[in-house]
């Protein structure tokens, strides 16, 4: 802290060294505070925009800033050890390898943000109004995905953290009887560019509304089931394409086969389900959220083969059947999922 200089002359008294001392303290008291800025998880920042082409910055206006709980998307360089001879026993330098970007990012289930994440896993939907409401079909199979920018910002340090090419690998779901509805959201990226300002100052922001667990329902062949609980994981098998280039970036993000997996616990009342399990016969899984007709999310899983459990007993309580799915394309459909999102966003 610097030293404070006063001059004095003859109309300089006491009152004025005083105000003007309380002054100086207080104003370096505040740059004092703000060089020892922490960044914190409260005023973190995440956005998110389509890109039109593969790893090309969209333009400011395309950003949205989506509300999420956590997030370790990052850029991660490894190091590469030195395995020169020559020089002694001593180690000699590593360098770093290739930047990899990959991470999850975990947000709540809601009825209009949800719609980004899906367009990213699935493609563009089919979207049908009926008087200002809006349903989206989101359908599994498609051979070109949609890739985005996103930005994660520490704006307490001026730290903002740009992936571009980003798309997302996986999408998973966990139904319980409690609690808000959240997915993870895996996504693997091209590259990372740290800067000091953000692409987009003042993102779209869309209206918020969270989906709870108890608005969860599971169907079966058409047939509400009662469960204890149930999970989904909606996967493309993403794999970097590594090529030789000077920008330490990948050069594309192919998608491999679509798989749609998961489980459902219910209790034992009856063998029905079991039995279809045992005879290899497939079933359609609808899992959701609903909290009115106009304010929806089905993900329908429309050919499901399950596994057939065991029957332990634990104790004296009732018993509980898991049963492990996984989806196959239906042939009549020509999809093995559809994801239907009825709210009142016009497009994504």
């Not at 909290?291 to 065991?310: F, I, Q, R």
């Amino acid at each position: 802290m610097g030293l404070l200089t006063v001059k004095v002359n003859k109309n300089t008294n006491l009152f004025n060294i005083l105000y003007l001392a309380i002054g100086y303290f207080l104003l370096k008291k505040e740059e004092l505070i703000m060089s020892n800025q922490v960044a914190t998880g409260a005023n973190a920042q995440v956005m998110m925009g389509e890109e039109t082409s593969f790893g090309v910055t969209p333009s400011a206006d395309k950003f949205v800033k989506v509300p999420f709980k956590s997030t370790n998307l990052s850029g991660k360089q490894d190091l590469i050890e030195n395995d020169d001879l020559g020089m002694g026993r001593e180690s000699q330098a590593p360098v770093l390898g290739r930047t990899a970007v990959q991470g999850d990012l975990k947000v709540s289930v809601d009825l209009r943000n949800i719609g980004l994440f899906f367009k990213g896993l699935l493609g563009a939907p089919v979207t049908t109004e009926n008087i200002g409401v809006f349903t989206h079909v989101f359908s599994s199979g498609k051979e070109i995905l949609p890739s985005f920018s996103i930005e994660k910002a520490f704006k307490e340090v001026a730290d903002y953290n740009l992936y571009n090419g980003c798309k997302i690998n996986q999408m998973s779901f966990d139904w319980t009887p409690d609690g808000k509805a959240a997915t993870t959201v895996s996504i693997i990226g091209q590259g990372e560019e740290v800067n000091s300002t953000s692409v987009q100052s003042a993102p779209e922001v869309l209206d918020y509304h969270q989906f709870m667990n108890a608005n969860g329902s599971v169907e079966i062949d058409g047939e509400s089931v009662e469960i204890m609980s149930a999970s989904l994981a909606l996967t493309n098998n993403m794999s970097e394409v590594k090529t030789v280039r000077a920008d330490n970036k990948i050069s594309g993000i192919d998608a491999g086969m679509f798989a749609a997996t998961g489980s459902v616990v219910v209790r034992f009342t009856d063998k029905s389900l079991l039995n279809k399990a045992k005879a290899g016969t497939p079933v359609a899984i609808n899992l959701g959220f609903t909290k009115s007709a106009n304010e929806k999310l089905t993900v329908k899983v429309l050919e499901a083969y399950m596994s057939a459990p065991g029957k332990s007993i634990d104790g004296p309580g009732g018993i509980e059947l898991s049963f492990d799915f996984q989806a196959a394309q239906n042939k009549a459909a020509g999809k093995a999922v559809e994801v239907e999102l009825i709210n009142d966003k016009d497009m994504y």
